[in-house]
């Protein structure tokens, strides 16, 4: 656990505990906030020591806070932190798109046979610049890419992330394939190869995504996402 984590925690921790809510207390929250990716599993001796028990939050209900785990602690400032801040824990999600970047699946055509287990694919974008380099690293089936959902959208800049998937579905909504493109062969357009594909009928999806691998935050609500389906069957 990093230094700055210890010390910005206290902070938060002691303005809580003593009602002493300034301004230190929440440009610590907003530090908080902005480096999840810094939070490692904390000792609950951290929480339940000296002048920063844990268990002063809850007044005389102290029992059974003293056997909560320290995520549960974590998840509580955190939450404080967010109401404190109001309209200000808004602003670390960055800026909205202008405008909504668009993508569209060039090959393979919607209803496309495809022979072979290999499925070219080529894609063009518009008003997106592609910034494969900032992603955060990817994680995996069972764990959250690194500082999931912590890094400002940077407008109109992230990478792309594609799925396959079997259509009708079965009984699992996980793809059969995710894939990450890693570079273009222009600034707007990419292309790459899907190796080892079943046969089977697919629905093969693209999306831009931020830096922190969720999705974008639209100019307008009301604007098309910025992603692309087609259905192909391969034989």
């Not at 938060?12 to 301004?23: E, K, P, R, S």
């Not at 549960?72 to 109001?86: E, N, P, Q, W």
Request: neutral net charge.
């Amino acid at each position: 656990m990093s230094e700055s984590f210890l010390t910005e925690t206290r902070v938060v921790l002691h303005g809580i505990a003593t009602l002493g809510i300034n301004v230190k207390t929440l440009d610590s929250c907003r530090w908080l906030l902005e480096n999840l990716e810094a939070l490692q599993p904390i000792p609950d001796s951290f929480w339940h020591s000296g002048r920063y028990k844990v268990n002063r939050f809850q007044g005389h209900g102290e029992n059974a806070m003293k056997k909560a785990p320290a995520t549960f602690a974590l998840t509580l400032i955190f939450v404080i932190c967010r109401s404190m801040l109001g309209e200000d824990a808004s602003s670390s999600k960055g800026e909205p798109d202008n405008p909504t970047p668009q993508v569209r699946i060039v090959e393979p055509a919607d209803r496309a046979v495809i022979s072979g287990s290999d499925v070219a694919v080529k894609i063009v974008t518009k008003d997106f610049q592609f910034a494969y380099d900032r992603a955060t690293t990817p994680g995996t089936k069972t764990t959250l890419p690194a500082k999931y959902a912590s890094v400002p959208q940077q407008a109109n800049s992230g990478h792309v992330h594609v799925y396959l998937a079997p259509y009708p579905p079965g009984g699992s909504v996980t793809p059969t394939q995710f894939y990450m493109v890693t570079s273009f062969v222009m600034p707007d357009k990419a292309e790459f190869v899907l190796h080892d594909v079943k046969p089977g009928t697919y629905r093969l999806l693209v999306d831009l995504v931020n830096h922190d691998h969720t999705p974008r935050i639209k100019h307008h609500p009301r604007d098309w996402p910025p992603l692309d389906m087609v259905t192909i069957t391969v034989q």
